[in-house]
């Protein structure tokens, strides 16, 4: 989400001439887009604020802001923290940030703007692209959040649920195609309530009309609530098309003491028969999940169940995280509170639980031929064996699993462009976190 918000504000200062350079000696402008979900992710705000502060005294005219979702939570406290700031801005401010740059440059004053109007603001997202090079994009669908989990900051800095307009979605998509994007992920913190407040057709629906795109090769989406997850998404992986067969479905909690103390609004057993019906459906769909270990009050016993799901489960792969308070939200005032060497402890264990599965799921593929969306050159770009030097390519399964691929030995083909090309390729090798492979015809 981040990130696509980071496009949006490159996006949005584009008329004003403000292009994008990887160098901080060289920016006029400089923006730390900011998450606020863990205590961590703040930190990092600060001590990168810190890093920039000295760019300031070297060139007056800089000009510095903070947006994103620390800006919203914190707004002008963090002028008073860090006095060389010119700008906060929040969740809901990027439309407006073009005017704040102008004032700024005109009347070097100091801006804080984290109003949040209801709504949607579509100026943000109908900003013209420039994806050069680029195969693959997010496309926000809905803002907010309803939910309220107790241990959760998005509802509060990222305001309510609002969705965008299928229309405008659709309308996105297309001019993204246009600039060259072959694939799409769709988000939204809870993806299946799309469009209900709204009255606007179901998120089974959207993905029906967005699979009709022309040039579109595959669509994904993130987050999808389990107590939401309705039959008709499920059954959309029955003949999944253009949808790639991989579902993000968070359970946080193997306990459903815990699961209660977070508001999640789902047993295990119903996470369980959701993760059946989803196999039953679409037999070879990856699932892959969050947990949060050491929320306060969990037992070993609770933990013990989160370490059973995962054997029950057996996820492709998951993102586990350290509890951690956040300010307004219920669980920062919750008694029991984890020691942060009982958190490590536990995340470590469950971490290690899941490797096993990771690697036998990315083990069992190793000879199988699979169809992947070239991303682009991988990070290792040579492959050397006796004979010849190959490109090495990088690209995912529909399951989203990295494959690091070469051509084969015809030596023509070595300099192929494969970029935003769906190739067959035969895994030669599982590695813990990647597949290696060779291209077939
Ligand atoms: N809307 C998504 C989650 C978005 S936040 C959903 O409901 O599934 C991404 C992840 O951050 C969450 O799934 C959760 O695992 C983690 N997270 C959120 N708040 C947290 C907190 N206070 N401490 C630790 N992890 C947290
Ligand atoms: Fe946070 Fe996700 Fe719960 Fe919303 S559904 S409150 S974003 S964890």
Redesign the pocket.
């Known amino acids: 989400m981040n990130v696509y918000d980071s496009e949006q504000i490159s996006k949005v200062l584009k008329p004003l001439q403000y292009n994008m350079t990887s160098s901080l000696e060289k920016a006029d402008l400089i923006i730390a887009n900011t998450c606020a979900?863990?205590e961590k992710a703040e930190q990092k705000v600060f001590s990168f604020l810190g890093r920039v502060a000295h760019l300031k005294r070297k060139k007056p005219n800089l000009i510095l802001g903070v947006g994103g979702c620390v800006a919203q939570q914190e707004g002008s406290k963090i002028l008073e923290r860090a006095p060389y700031l010119d700008l906060v801005f929040g969740t809901h401010a990027i439309g407006r940030l073009p005017s704040m740059i102008e004032r700024i440059d005109a009347k070097k004053c100091r801006i804080v703007d984290v109003e949040m109007p209801e709504g949607i603001d579509e100026s943000v997202f109908s900003a013209y692209t420039d994806y050069n090079r680029k195969v693959t994009s997010f496309v926000t669908i809905m803002q907010g959040?309803d939910?309220y989990?107790t241990?959760?900051?998005?509802p509060f800095v990222r305001g309510r649920e609002a969705s965008r307009s299928p229309e405008k979605i659709i309308g996105e998509i297309r001019s993204l195609v246009g600039s060259g994007i072959k694939e799409i992920t769709l988000l939204g913190?809870?993806v299946n309530s799309f469009g209900k407040k709204e009255g606007l057709c179901s998120f089974s629906k959207l993905l029906s009309f967005i699979n009709e795109i022309d040039g579109l090769l595959r669509i994904r989406f993130t987050?999808s609530?389990p107590k939401d997850l309705s039959d008709d998404l499920i059954y959309a992986f029955e003949n999944p098309d253009k949808l790639c067969r991989h579902i993000h479905l968070?359970v946080?909690s193997g306990s459903d003491r815990i699961l209660k103390r977070m508001n999640r609004k789902y047993s295990r057993d119903y996470y369980l028969a959701k993760v059946d019906k989803l196999r039953n459906i679409c037999p070879d769909i990856a699932i892959t999940s969050?947990?949060?270990v050491g929320f306060p009050g969990e037992t070993e016993d609770d933990f013990n169940e989160t370490l059973d799901l995962i054997k029950t489960v057996q996820y492709d792969d998951i993102f586990a995280?350290?509890?951690?308070d956040?300010p307004k939200?219920p669980s920062a005032l919750f008694r029991h509170k984890i020691s942060e060497q009982d958190k490590k402890d536990r995340l470590i264990e469950l971490l290690k639980s899941q490797e096993y599965y990771t690697k036998k799921k990315n083990k069992v593929l190793e000879g199988s031929t699979q169809s992947i969306l070239v991303e682009g050159l991988s990070k290792k770009k040579l492959q050397t064996d006796a004979k010849n030097k190959h490109v090495q390519w990088t690209g995912r399964t529909s399951t989203n699993k990295i494959v690091n691929f070469i051509s084969n030995n015809d030596v023509s083909l070595h300099n192929e462009n494969f970029l935003g090309k769906m190739i067959n390729v035969r895994i030669e090798k599982a590695l813990s976190h990647s597949l290696q492979g060779i291209r077939v015809k």
Not at 151 to 154: E, F
Request: charged share 15%; proline share 4%; aromatic share 16%.
């Open positions: 979900i863990r959040c939910n989990c241990y959760c900051v998005v913190q809870n987050t609530h968070p946080q969050d947990f949060i995280f350290k509890y951690s956040r939200v």
